[in-house]
RNA sequence: GGAGAGGUGGCUGAGCGGCUGAAAGCGACGGUUUGCUAAACCGUUGUAGGGACAAAAUCCCUACCCCGGGUUCGAAUCCCGGCCUCUCCGCCA
């Protein structure tokens, strides 16, 4: 949610902002001409509210004074009813205001390349040198499936397409993956790590941004109109909503792993083979929460976080800063990180690393006192530390040896039992 | 699922129809005192919205005692609905 004093004042700069962004530019004009209505009715009903209170009081001066204050009080009914009239009109003005100010995205940082869609993004930095093979490298599923480790056919039968079901050293792997990425966040990044539910109400899905707009991507449950969390993001962010934060308790960072739920409604036909793109992942996200003038300096050092997993892991990758075009409806400023996949012959996002500034921080009104006792905003920022499928697809089709077997990178071996190879039985 | 109790400022806790934005205490902050600390004493101590001002300081108004409705000239206080917490019973991993 952007300062609506701040839309008041910059409505030409928040109208190229969100042309930049691609979205829908009429709400802006559209909600300033409400907001304009909104405060005269504001002002109209706080005038009469003020002539009732006056009156009130005088009825209570007559009664103490044992006298009869029945004209008054005639008077002061009719105020009353023009009261409810305006607040009738009020209430209707701003819940339009605030549906359309909840569809107002963020405004994209000043050094945020300005482009149309991912094609436009600008690569930062890569890692890693690029994996030769002396024969073809096989795609992950082939290599899963011959491995018995991957079954998605019967996680079809069980769910539909697009779910997994990971069997003995690949359920193995899995777990040993979040729990390597959770314990490295925590032990060498100062993180501190929290389970949250992994259903939410409507309040928290507003509170990140997913909500109003992306409903139609949310798995919903109905009878309790709770959703499936798309992304730890969710409850971790909203763990402080409408809290007031001492400057010395900032910052604050969180990691958690979830389950991510998506009905990736739209990308019908995408990346359909294999577990690129899924209903139900697996993924451990960073979370901080932070004073303004540090949030692009943490930022820096949440992407470094992430890339930390791949290093340690030994996978090659590559970190773009996201162009406007592509940038998410909340985000300020994003990096993503994409890992190499030898089977598939590309480049998988693993991490998306963003700064909202207080974009969502106004949205669950979370807010710190400083060091003069002034109320402000925080900033919030996440990212994925890292997402399991793509990491998996990744040391598979990168370890996969002539015989079919997959090589377990070092890292990961005391996760796994000392195990350091996952062969054909 | 059944029965009951309750949600008031940073916290504890009064108020149960009329200057009550809200007593008292604690905490926090500022000051006096002090060799330092402590104690004592004095003072300050909510947020949001709207308006006045070119703007800041400031001033005025409005709202807020879990949320949303209702009754009333007037609601923290009465009534209804919701959410949450606690206790007991039942059921269950």
């Known amino acids: 949610m952007l300062d609506i004093n701040f839309i008041r004042n910059n409505p030409e700069k928040v109208k190229e902002a969100i042309s930049n962004k691609r979205e829908t530019v009429a709400n802006v004009d559209e909600l300033l001409e409400l907001d304009v209505q909104r405060r005269s009715a504001i002002h109209a009903c706080e005038q009469l509210k003020s002539k009732r209170n006056e009156k009130s009081r005088a009825v209570s001066e007559l009664k103490k004074k044992g006298q009869d204050a029945s004209q008054i009080i005639e008077e002061t009914k009719k105020i009353g009813d023009d009261i409810k009239s305006y607040e009738e009109k009020l209430k209707e003005l701003e819940s339009q205001i605030h549906n359309l100010h ?38 992950h599923w082939e290599l899963g499936s011959a491995l018995n480790i991957l079954d998605l056919e019967r996680s079809s039968k069980i769910a539909g397409s697009g779910f997994i079901l990971l069997k003995g050293l690949g359920s193995k792997l899995e777990r040993a993956l979040f729990s390597f990425m959770l314990d490295l966040h925590t032990g060498e990044h100062g993180y501190t790590e929290v389970f949250p539910p992994f259903l939410v109400n409507r309040m928290s899905m507003i509170g990140t941004g997913q909500l109003p707009k992306l409903e139609d991507d949310m798995y919903r449950t109905a009878v309790d109109d709770l959703f499936l969390v798309p992304t730890a993001e969710v409850p971790v ?27 990736e409604a739209g990308s019908y036909g995408k990346d359909t083979r294999g577990i690129i793109r899924v209903h139900q992942f697996n993924k451990v996200e960073l979370v901080k929460l932070v004073r303004p003038e540090t949030s692009y300096d943490e930022l820096e050092s949440l ?3 992430a890339e930390k997993v791949l290093q340690l892991l030994g996978l090659e990758y590559r970190m773009s800063i996201l162009c406007t075009g592509d940038l998410s409806f909340a985000a300020a400023k994003c990096y993503d990180i994409e890992v190499w ?6 480049f998988l996002e693993v991490s998306s690393c963003s700064n909202f500034e207080d974009f969502q921080a106004r949205r669950i009104n979370v807010r710190f006192r400083d060091e003069d006792g002034k109320l402000r905003f925080i900033h919030t920022l996440n990212g994925s530390g890292l997402a399991l499928p793509r990491t998996v697809i990744a040391i598979l089709e990168t370890y996969q040896q002539k015989d079919g077997s997959v090589i377990i990178p070092e890292v990961l071996r005391p996760y796994m039992g000392g195990i350091e190879v996952i062969t054909r039985k």
């Open 303 to 305: 992407v470094r976080n």
């Open 341 to 346: 996949a030898p089977g598939l012959e590309k």
């Open 237 to 263: 962010t909203n763990i402080h909503r409408n809290e007031i934060f001492s400057y010395k308790d900032l910052p604050v960072f969180y990691t958690a792993y979830t389950p991510c739920f998506r009905r």
């Open 102 to 139: 909840l569809r107002i995205p963020n405004i994209p940082a000043e050094d945020v390349p300005v482009g149309r869609d991912e094609n436009d993004n600008v690569c930062i930095r890569t890692w890693g040198t690029r994996k030769t093979f002396d024969f073809t490298p096989l795609p």
